[in-house]
């Protein structure tokens, strides 16, 4: 199967890497409110803090636990690509920085990585993502990490949910 696999919160630990920013103001409580960006005092000012930290911000950044080995066992059953999510304003090196991330931590050539907000555009047999609007918008499969911030929400009849990555590898590994 060709298996689109996000990059935020499937493969790595931004909102981790976020609250490390000294623009994090308010604390970070996903069951209250799971918009990261409140804690910068909204999206904008948020993403101008990732900004201006440069390269630090993808220094920073952490492999979700397990997902690595999730994806050594993927990749010997499966093609994988990354579908990545563009920044809410533009990030002058984000592509660059994340490219690069995503080849030494994750081992995904420039070649396997796409860069779209709308991830309906890409060709995939299944989709992976912890968004619920990206997965409820790939029909005719997609699968749901399932993380604080998309606890309550509901996603739609075609949605497979998984508690990690390491979770759908055991099933589709
Ligand atoms: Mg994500």
Redesign the pocket.
Known sequence: MRIAI?????LADFVGAALMLPEAINPYEPEKDPDLAACFGGEGAMWAAIERAGYGFHHELQPLQGARAALMRLRAKHTLFCVTSQPFIACKYWEHFRTQWLDIRMNFHIDDVVFTRDKFHVRADILV???PRHVNAFAPKAALIRQPWNAAKTVAEHVEVYDSLAHFAEVYG
């Open positions: 996000d990059c935020d919160g499937v993502d912890d968004f």
